[in-house]
């Protein structure tokens, strides 16, 4: 099982912010993180959680992320990223 912590923020909103990853599988850890000028606290959230996703080099193992964002866990569990995807997430304001 691969875990993936994940965090974001943003001072103001757009502000500055960042996002920060960690992830661990058995006794192996990754941390990421980036900073932005311009940004939400939303797309942070969400940024966060592509790139854990991002940073996985082996397919088949079984993930789970942990995120603080009821944004974030409402868009998977709401199913409102699939409508994102299915429109390329155009005019999706992060």
């Known amino acids: 099982m691969i875990k993936i912590y994940t965090d974001g923020a943003s001072k103001g ?7 920060g ?5 058995k006794n192996m850890r990754k941390e990421l993180s980036e900073g932005f000028r311009l940004t939400t606290n939303n797309r942070m959230e969400l940024l966060a959680v592509i790139s854990g996703l991002e940073a996985l080099k082996v397919e088949g193992l079984p993930i789970t992320i942990y995120s603080d964002s009821k944004y974030v866990v409402d868009s998977v569990q709401k199913g409102w990223i699939w409508g994102w995807q299915k429109k390329g997430f155009k005019d999706k304001k992060m």
Do not use: E, K, S, T
């Open 13 to 19: 909103n757009p502000g500055n912010g960042g996002y």
């Open 21 to 25: 990853v960690i992830l661990l599988y």
